[in-house]
């Protein structure tokens, strides 16, 4: 007896559905596997549809900065225009900002933290970053009230800003007090707010309660200046509020509490510790990838496995 049976070839997949595929892989894998599989799938990997999000954190903390804004400037022309989300740790310069925007019509989600990035660039290219929701500039050392001021003149549609900093990175500051003021007065629609660690006062915080109105998350761990008394929590019953502990900062000995982990002694109400940091993404292996190496030998670099005298590989399982 015949059976009549229909088969559909991974290489017929239309690139769409390709590239939804290959994101759940790691980068490493759909920069130097995926192409070698065959053409379609090749032809996938260099086109727009694996990287409308882009997400290098993590390889790009232990990175050169010419080797990243190398891969930043091959994945974002990939990207064709299309790209929604970016995330990358340390940018190098103001350049590699210029670039992103350049790029950003259809951006909506950008973190940048640990970047070396400065206020003059951030007013230059604030405005052609206007379809961001979600912006992460936590740890940025150079950059202050200035540019976050551009920031909220021209992001309109932003509802998530994640600026944090570590002690460490503030011994040589007093106030950052007007970045607080400057929050209030330019981003009414924010949703999620994370200050943790800056040096603002309790009326900067009030201000921003009392300004953006539709404020859902608050985050102020380690803002030792601010004091949210049993008033303002009844006032702002709608806000969940992570605040400093209530006791004698003499007290600490360390600088355990400027992690992100929780916490009995922060105040009680409302602390939800799973909506404080987002999914971490899974671990990327950077054994076999080498800083000194070009971009066409970065995408060639062999995978776990590859024997050179035979020509063969060890394939990972087909998806």
């Given at each position: ?149 551009a920031i909220g003149k021209h992001c309109k549609s932003l509802t998530r800003l994640r600026r944090t900093m ?108 799973g909506e404080i940091d987002d999914d971490y993404y899974e671990d990327m292996s950077d054994a076999a990838w ?30």
């Amino acid at each position: 007896m015949e059976e009549d049976c229909e088969f559909r070839y991974w290489d017929e997949l239309i690139p769409d559905a390709l590239g939804l595929i290959f994101k759940n892989l790691s980068l490493q894998e759909i920069l130097t596997v995926i192409p070698r599989v065959c053409k379609s799938w090749g032809k996938a990997v260099r086109g727009p549809y694996c990287w409308q999000e882009i997400d290098i954190e993590q390889w790009s903390e232990l990175r050169r900065p010419e080797t990243l804004d190398r891969m930043l400037q091959m994945l974002i022309t990939r990207s064709s225009g299309s790209l929604r989300k970016l995330c990358v740790s340390g940018l190098p310069c103001d350049q590699s900002l210029s670039f992103i925007a350049d790029h950003a019509k259809s951006l909506q989600t950008l973190q940048l933290p640990r970047s070396e990035i400065g206020n003059e660039i951030v007013e230059q290219v604030a405005w052609r970053l206007s379809t961001i929701t979600f912006l992460d500039i936590s740890h940025c050392r150079n950059i202050g009230a200035p540019a976050l001021e551009a920031i909220g003149k021209h992001c309109k549609s932003l509802t998530r800003l994640r600026r944090t900093m570590h002690p460490l990175e503030l011994i040589d500051k007093l106030s950052q007090d007007d970045e607080a003021l400057v929050i209030a007065a330019t981003m009414p629609k924010l949703r999620h707010l994370e200050l943790a660690y800056l040096l603002i006062s309790t009326e900067s915080v009030l201000k921003i309660l009392s300004s953006c109105t539709v404020l859902e998350f608050l985050d102020v761990r380690g803002c030792w200046n601010v004091i949210l008394d049993e008033k303002i929590v009844k006032k702002f019953s709608g806000v969940k509020v992570i605040g400093p502990p209530p006791i004698d900062c003499c007290k600490i000995t360390g600088w355990d509490d400027c992690s992100n982990s929780g916490s009995s002694r922060y105040l009680s109400w409302d602390f939800v510790a799973g909506e404080i940091d987002d999914d971490y993404y899974e671990d990327m292996s950077d054994a076999a990838w080498e800083d000194d190496q070009s971009m066409e030998e970065v995408e060639l670099r062999f995978y776990d496995g590859f024997d050179f005298n035979n020509g063969l590989f060890d394939w990972p399982h087909s998806p």
